[in-house]
């Protein structure tokens, strides 16, 4: 496999037979105690929260939420680098659910202080009640102002991605930065058959999607993938000009100062629409080790399968499979995230 300055793998870690199947994340690698950052709130083998809100005036009526470290053979030292956060505003009568997967050296510092941090900040902003996207955004951007200025957490080369759903009365606002991800679950009508759909909600932000690439070029970066041996590609990833450094596999994330050198910017992408009663069933939130090789159609299928319409049942049930396909395809697991919401009762027993 090509070698390349500055990537996230360690030199010391696995073998070339191995290391060449790992393509998708380089995060995973490493067998330094601190590759994986230096410390995390979510470090246990699995961090499982939730509550059904039955009382809740908004569109949510459960949800259970699962964060659960990879797996890298040769990093017993591994830990979780992915967080989360599942909250709820009573005065403005909103409930948020956001994920963040933690990436480089310090990754898991970046991502658990955004889960302790944000929601607070939120919530105290001036605008939160009359100007959610102001409130949101600036509330973002000031936790990664607090980061960067951690003298503990280096960010040269570590960050995070986060994507958030904030459902306030039955207005569903999505939030994302970087390749996290949140669907909806929606009842869609076709040939006179009616069936769950998966609709993509937000969308990810990856180095060649034609509008973030030319961003990248125009600060002087480079868009390209690594080479391996066995003649096929991992991802398209960023890098500086002149350099072939941080090697991110995002376009947009909160934290790598490197990259944003690069193009990279920590702007959230908004998306907003109205829930419907009628069609609208459940959300997905997850980090990339689930979408990484589950498509949004297989995931709502999982969910609309489970047959007891559990949100703590579907959860565990996408996390076994994305593992399980992870050890399948790379012989590693990366972290996974996954947070399971029910809307408008969905699920309940008449």
Known sequence: MKKVLGSEENSESPSPSMIGRIRRRLTVGGT?????????????DEQMTGTKSGSSKNAVSEFMGLSKKGYAPYNPRKKNQDSLIMTSHEDSNST????LDGHGEHGDGVSSHFATQLAHRMFNH????????????ESILFCEDDVLNMHRVDTDFSG????MAI????????????????????TSSKNGKTSIVAEEFTHDHKPDTPAEKERILKAGGRVFAVQYDDGIDGPSRVWLGNMDVPGL?????????????????SEPEFTERTLDPENDKFLIVAT???????????????VVDESEKNAMKAVDLLVQEANARWIREEQVIDDTTVIVVHLFGYGRKS
């Open 32 to 44: 330094s105690s601190v590759l994986d950052g230096f410390s995390n709130e979510y470090a246990d």
């Open 96 to 99: 948020v659910f956001c994920v």
């Open 126 to 137: 001036a605008d939160w009640q009359n100007d959610i996207r102001k409130a949101v955004r």
């Open 160 to 163: 995070t991605t986060l994507s």
């Open 167 to 186: 459902v306030r009365e039955n207005t569903l606002l999505g939030v994302n930065i970087g390749d996290s991800r949140v669907i909806i679950g929606t």
């Open 249 to 265: 596999a995002m376009s947009r994330s909160l934290g790598d100062t490197v990259a944003h050198t690069a193009g990279v910017i």
């Open 288 to 302: 990339d080790g689930l979408w990484e090789f589950m498509s949004n159609e297989e995931c709502v299928s999982l």
